[in-house]
């Protein structure tokens, strides 16, 4: 539960003896677990691991009235490794937000560190963020559902809800000189909440996505001589020149069940630019990925839950150097249950299966490579069961 660090701090207006409520409020989640992976490089493994469920944070948000409907906010929330206490997101201080802004009667303007406006509508569709974890994402979350990216140097607009109907967009300066274009990363997207129903759409682009995207959770400098994410799923298609999302999302609760899908189009474009990132397959032209879930959720009481998801990825044939690679086809089922202790603590237990085949991005067989995992498996196939507990205060 969230708990008021200060609350009626203010301060005199010069105007008058107006007086300026504000308050900030600590908030926090602590994860924690053991897996069990069946195949880690050709090994089994139980490991200590924290951040499944949720990633492990703390954070600050803050608000201030200025009167006439309108307000100062920000939020400053740092991840870290409950495990070793090591900062996440490549070290940042504040690596999972970091923004300040304005809100009015028809929405906030914030500035800084934060989350596509694209995702903010169709995620929390997404079983990852409900009940399987990240271990529960889309194969190396090649849509961004499950927030792995976020972005710098952003513009961003939120409306409040019109009769359930919202919306929101933003853009990322990319803050090269002589080209506006190079590094800059905008989104929109739209949702619709009313009774049982939940509809979210979203559309991403992210110029020189290797720089921009997937390589500024660092404290350093992003490099396009290195490919900045792991997963064979795309890692070599990292010399992309723009990365383009379109999402949808549609959840439907009839009594203690909840039926949910989300449909996802991901294309990497103009391969071939090392001044984004490597090219060792010598890939030109573009290539698209689809990737569709299907769930339900089941509210067996108000303490307990269980979930079921089938996900299919797949990616389209693309020209390398040495031939057509014909692309990798990915399904993983999820099931997950979630006991809650308390309205803070709650203990889970989550499986995910992941199977491969054909030919992944790096122009070798498919293997599979369940998400937030240090290392894939060595054939096509990979398990992942995980019991663990979450404390949120």
């Known amino acids: 539960m969230k708990f008021m660090c200060c609350v009626a701090t203010g301060a005199f207006l010069f105007a008058g003896n107006a007086y300026a409520q504000s308050s900030v409020t600590l908030y926090g989640i602590v994860d924690e677990g053991i897996n069990y992976n069946s195949n880690m490089n050709g090994s089994r493994s139980f490991a200590m691991q924290g951040g499944v469920m949720q990633g492990s944070r703390w954070g600050l948000r803050g608000t201030e009235d200025l009167g006439g409907g309108y307000g100062a906010v920000f939020v400053l929330e740092n991840g870290f490794d409950v495990n070793t206490g090591k900062l996440g997101q490549g070290g940042l201080l504040f690596g999972r937000q970091a923004s300040v802004g304005i809100t009015t009667p028809y929405g906030a303007f914030t500035?800084?560190?934060?989350?596509?406006?694209?995702?903010?509508?169709?995620?929390?569709?997404?079983?990852?963020?409900?009940?399987?974890?990240?271990?529960?994402?889309?194969?190396?979350?090649?849509?961004?559902?499950?927030?792995?990216?976020?972005?710098?140097?952003?513009?961003?607009?939120?409306?409040?809800?019109?009769?359930?109907?919202?919306f929101g967009g933003d853009y990322s300066v990319g803050g090269v000189a002589g080209d506006a274009t190079r590094n800059q990363v905008w989104s929109f997207g739209a949702g619709y909440v009313m009774g049982p129903l939940q509809v979210g759409v979203g559309y991403l682009n992210a110029r020189n996505p290797n720089i921009s995207l997937f390589g500024n959770a660092t404290s350093g400098t992003a490099s396009p001589a290195l490919a900045n994410t792991t997963y064979p799923v795309f890692s070599g298609f990292t010399s992309a020149h723009a990365y383009q999302l379109i999402s949808t999302g549609i959840a439907y609760t009839l009594g203690a069940a909840t039926l949910g899908a989300t449909y996802s189009n991901i294309a990497f474009k103009g391969l071939g630019d090392i001044t984004s990132g490597p090219n060792p397959s010598g890939y030109k032209g573009s290539v698209h990925f689809n990737s569709a879930e299907l769930s339900m959720k089941y509210q067996i009481s108000p303490a307990l839950l269980v979930g079921l998801a089938y996900n299919y990825t797949n990616s389209s044939s693309v020209s390398s150097a040495t031939g057509i690679n014909n692309g990798g086809t990915y399904h993983q089922g999820m099931a997950g249950i979630d006991y809650f202790l308390s309205r803070r603590t709650d203990i889970y237990l989550l499986g995910t299966y992941q199977k491969a085949s054909g030919t992944d991005s790096r122009n070798l067989p498919a293997i599979a490579s369940i998400n937030n995992q240090s290392s894939p498996s060595d054939n096509d196939h990979q398990a992942v069961i995980r019991i663990g507990i979450r404390h949120k205060f």
Request: hydrophobic share 40%; glycine share 8%; aromatic share 14%.
């Open 111 to 166: 500035f800084g560190r934060q989350y596509a406006s694209a995702i903010d509508f169709v995620s929390p569709i997404a079983v990852s963020n409900q009940w399987a974890g990240n271990v529960g994402t889309h194969p190396a979350d090649v849509d961004n559902l499950n927030d792995t990216f976020r972005v710098n140097n952003t513009i961003k607009f939120k409306s409040i809800s019109y009769s359930g109907f919202s």
